[in-house]
Each structure stands twice: as structure tokens, then as C-alpha cells.
């Protein structure tokens, strides 16, 4: 059973820093592409940053130059750097990877809370 576990979510004023962790567990070949989601209140989900295996990344602009995507293929974990934050980024995140077992398929992480106060 793949599973894919946040951390890092909380509460922080605005100009502050969070580091959002992902770590994948369970049985699985490879991962391909890793990234993050985040869905505010009464909005649909919107990516906001992904990462391929080979390192390759792409963010929406609202976040460019604010968040920074990695990962560690060692330990099966992406993070996500948020600097400068503003309260628009406030949100639930989401992690997702394209994992390979028997098959490739899109897991999802449980989703982390991060409020952004003014």
C-alpha cells in the first residue's frame, strides 16, 4: 500500500517562511513526477508546483520567485519551500506523485492546513 505523508503545515504571519515535507512509503518500482496542489476555501484545487525525477520544475506564477519544489529521490520525499508568504496563499496543500507499482498511478497525500495571517 503506497502512501504519501505531509508535514510542515501551520500557521504563520504574512512575510513569514513554512516548509512543506511529502514523504512516500510502501511497496512501489519508481516515482516520476511529484508536486503540489493546494484547494482555499470555496476555490477548486490548483497546482502550484512539480517536479519531474530528472529534477525539471514548473510553478504557477502566483508563486514564482516565492516557492521552491525539490525532492530527495533517496528518501522518496518532496518539499516545498514557501518564503514570502501572503494570506491568498492560505489554503490546504496537497501532495500528489505519479508512482509506479504494478501499474503507474497518481497518489495523493491527506492534505496539510497553512494559514497565512495579515
Known amino acids: 500500500q503506497v502512501q504519501l505523508v505531509e508535514s510542515g503545515g501551520g500557521l504563520v504571519q504574512a512575510g513569514g517562511s513554512l516548509r512543506l515535507s511529502c514523504a512516500a512509503s510502501g511497496r512501489f518500482f519508481s516515482i516520476n513526477a511529484m508536486g503540489w496542489y493546494r484547494q482555499a476555501p470555496g476555490k477548486q484545487r490548483e497546482l502550484v508546483a512539480i517536479?519531474?525525477?530528472?529534477?525539471?520544475?514548473n510553478y504557477t506564477d502566483s508563486v514564482k520567485g516565492r516557492f521552491t519544489i525539490s525532492r530527495d529521490n533517496a528518501k522518496s520525499t518532496v518539499y516545498l519551500q514557501m518564503n514570502s508568504l501572503k494570506p491568498e496563499d492560505t489554503a490546504v496543500y496537497y501532495c500528489?506523485?505519479?508512482?509506479?507499482?504494478?501499474?503507474?498511478?497518481?497518489?495523493w497525500g491527506q492534505g496539510t492546513q497553512v494559514t497565512v495571517s495579515s
Open positions: 517536479i519531474t525525477s530528472g529534477g525539471s520544475t
Open positions: 500528489y506523485g505519479h508512482i509506479a507499482t504494478i501499474i503507474l498511478r497518481q497518489y
